[in-house]
Structure formats: structure tokens, C-alpha cells
């Protein structure tokens, strides 16, 4: 077996949700800007094809559909997330994601807040 790992990463990704404790941001919706990485250990010398790798397609698809759920936080999300990564990919070593929420409902805070997670096997 490889003993290289390799790493894919999806960088600020923009989805849309209604994630959040307050009444507002289940109405109003946010823009999320999520970074992830992935390592894994190829189960080959030399990747031919996307059935030996992490498609990153399939990876977004996963952020896109778990994004579309609204939830209260977003700590349960990027856990999620991971979980639902390495029950895909086999060869998923290593999750770090990290989903930043680009407004913050709170009159005197001026910026944006971020959940992350690093997860490995």
C-alpha cells in the first residue's frame, strides 16, 4: 500500500442557508463561505482514475445537500459533513472543515463568525 497521503481541497465555497439560532437567520437565510480539506491514502502508486481518489464533485454535492437543511448550528453541520465524507470515501484519512457564517445578526458586531472541525479516522 502507498504510504504518500494526498489532500484535496474544495476553498471558499458559497452556499446559501437558513442556519441559526435567531428568528432572523431562519428568514432571512445567509451566505456560508465553507473550506475543506481532505486527506487521504491512495490505494495505488499512481491515480489513473476517479474511482482511485476523492471526486470533488461528490464532495460538493455532500456540502450542497447538507447546506440545504436548515439547522441551528452550524456545529452540527461541519460534523456531519465529515461523518457523511469518510462514510463515501474509505480512504478519507483526515476532515478539516471549517463553515464561516458572513453575517452575524448582532447590532454591535462588525464581521462574521466560523465553526470548524478537524476529524480523522
Known amino acids: 500500500m502507498p504510504s504518500n497521503i494526498m489532500t484535496i481541497r474544495l476553498n471558499n465555497i458559497e452556499l446559501y ?3 441559526g439560532l435567531y428568528k432572523e437567520e431562519t428568514i432571512l437565510g ?3 463561505i465553507i ?3 481532505v486527506d ?3 490505494i495505488v502508486n499512481k491515480i489513473n482514475a476517479i474511482a482511485e481518489t476523492i471526486d470533488y464533485v461528490e464532495v460538493y ?3 450542497k445537500e447538507r447546506m440545504q437543511k436548515p439547522t441551528t448550528l452550524l456545529e452540527t453541520i461541519v460534523e456531519d459533513i465529515a461523518t457523511s465524507i469518510f462514510e463515501k470515501f474509505p480512504i478519507a484519512q483526515k476532515v478539516e472543515i ?3 457564517k458572513t453575517k452575524v ?3 454591535t458586531l462588525n464581521g462574521n463568525m466560523s465553526v470548524s472541525l478537524t476529524k480523522s479516522r
Open 105 to 107: 445578526f448582532i447590532n
Open 17 to 19: 442557508g437558513y442556519h
Open 98 to 100: 471549517e463553515i464561516t
Open 40 to 42: 487521504f491514502i491512495p
Open 61 to 63: 454535492g455532500i456540502l
Open 30 to 32: 445567509n451566505t456560508f
Open 35 to 37: 473550506n475543506l480539506k
